[in-house]
């Protein structure tokens, strides 16, 4: 599964260029954040995103010519934008913050989904710029990329594996208590 977030940045990354996640960091509060609210299940997530999910997105974006990093993910509840103190704080776990990523994460793996998601950078997090920006901005950011990401995702879809050898559909094997 390739999932794709909008995210700001608070490592300088180019407007407009996209990140794919490695790991995570999230302060949100009140999301579910299990399908076994029932049972113990503690899936592992020392590899949260799927590597050969992420080597299919490198592929695609690879040919599409897109300016891709790396980077560390961190999520806020929001629905606010983050004020620069607590973006001042977030950079000390992360590369680039959005809400939506978690947790769909977590999730996925409880399900045994390989999972991995193409973040596209719409705008400096706050204190990093001038002025304040405006949630049109910010979607109008994410319009002019959307042409380009869905080529990655057709160019990913396209040289992902027919069979698995990653771990992510044994996740729950060593994951109930
Ligand atoms: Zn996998």
């Known amino acids: ?11 300088w990354h180019p ?5 794919l996640p490695r790991d995570f960091v999230e302060f949100t509060g009140s999301r579910p954040s299990t399908f076994f609210e029932e049972e113990a299940v503690h899936v592992d997530l020392t590899v949260p995103y799927c590597p050969e999910v992420i080597s299919a997105i490198e592929a695609g974006a690879k040919a ?12 806020t509840e929001g629905p606010h934008l983050e004020s620069p103190a607590q973006i001042r704080m977030l ?4 590369d680039v913050v959005g809400m939506t990523g978690y947790p769909e994460v977590a999730l996925a793996r409880e399900l045994e989904i390989c999972y991995a998601s193409i973040c596209t950078v719409t705008n400096p997090a706050a204190g990093m710029r001038r002025d304040a920006m405006s949630a049109g901005e910010i979607t109008g950011e994410m319009a002019k990329s959307a042409d380009l990401l869905r080529e990655i995702i057709e160019g990913a ?16 094997a060593e994951a109930r208590l």
């Not at 599409?64 to 999520?75: Q, R, T």
């Not at 950079?91 to 992360?94: P, V």
């Open 91 to 94: 950079r000390r776990f992360g």
């Open 1 to 11: 599964m390739i999932s794709t977030n909008t995210v700001g940045t608070m490592s």
């Open 15 to 19: 407007v407009g260029s996209f990140v």
């Open 157 to 172: 879809a396209s040289k992902m594996p027919e069979e698995r050898s990653c771990r992510c559909g044994s996740a729950l």
């Open 64 to 75: 599409a010519g897109a300016e891709v990093y790396e980077g560390i993910y961190v999520c």
